[in-house]
T-cell receptor, first 116, second 109 residues
Framework: NAGVTQTPKFQVLKTGQSMTLQCAQD?????MSWYRQDPGMGLRLIHY???????DQGEVPNGYNVSRSTTEDFPLRLLSAAPSQTSVYFC???????????????FGEGSWLTVV | DAKTTQPNSMESNEEEPVHLPCNHS???????IHWYRQLPSQGPEYVIH???SNVNNRMASLAIAEDRKSSTLILHRATLRDAAVYYC??????????FGTGTRLQVFP
């Protein structure tokens, strides 16, 4: 049971390049999310998904796309990288469970992205 | 979304108890109170959560005020490994968590 796995861990991009951050979970969780964390700040929600085929925008969705074709995977695509997207990105997953909204969220170890 | 207010930083000595406060005066009846912590260069990890009653687990205790407008995370005996940023979060809409800036806890030997 690996939990939430993110790849790559580190990446340097040039402005205008595109790339995909991969996220996979092996816990059969319905809910998955992407957050970004800038230095000295808390995490901000980019996009989230409540199940395969269903995605929605969070607080800071501009410049990012997501899709959810399977329960396990939730990739985050940067369409045209900008220096403002330099950040640490965290993927998270959880299950709604019988208690509704009281369940634990599991985070990946993060992906450090630098756009030059 | 309901907001939380936490002190920016707190300090403790090793082996002493730590009380981390959180104010959430606009909490709604369906909001669970979650605490996560983030160690340096790692993703956040779950600490504890509760709705109305005080909660205990192997990591910490959560004391919730009777009116639910504030809560306190209690680390009974702080260790150096507990140095982290602690986030108090209200969650009512899955799967969203709205993070504030949290409380940076420093633990001194």
């Amino acid at each position: 049971n690996a939990g939430v796995t993110q790849t790559p861990k580190f990446q340097v991009l040039k402005t205008g390049q595109s790339m995909t951050l991969q996220c996979a979970q092996d816990m059969n969780h319905e809910y998955m999310s992407w957050y970004r964390q800038d230095p000295g700040m808390g995490l901000r929600l980019i996009h989230y998904s409540v199940g395969a085929g269903i995605t929605d925008q969070g607080e800071v969705p501009n410049g990012y796309n997501v899709s959810r074709s399977t329960t396990e995977d939730f990739p985050l695509r940067l369409l045209s990288a900008a220096p403002s997207q330099t950040s640490v990105y965290f993927c998270a997953s959880s299950t709604p469970g019988s208690l509704g909204f009281g369940n634990t969220i599991y985070f990946g170890e993060g992906s450090w992205l630098t756009v030059v | 979304d309901a907001k939380t207010t936490q002190p920016n930083s707190m300090e403790s000595n090793e082996e002493e108890p730590v009380h981390l406060p959180c104010n959430h005066s606009t909490i709604s009846g369906t909001d669970y109170i979650h605490w996560y912590r983030q160690l340096p260069s790692q993703g956040p990890e779950y600490v504890i959560h509760g709705l109305t009653s005080n909660v205990n687990n192997r990591m910490a205790s959560l004391a919730i005020a009777e009116d639910r407008k504030s809560s306190t995370l209690i680390l009974h005996r702080a260790t150096l490994r507990d140095a982290a940023v602690y986030y108090c979060i209200l969650r009512d809409t899955p799967p969203k968590l709205i993070f504030g800036t949290g409380t940076r806890l420093q633990v001194f030997p």
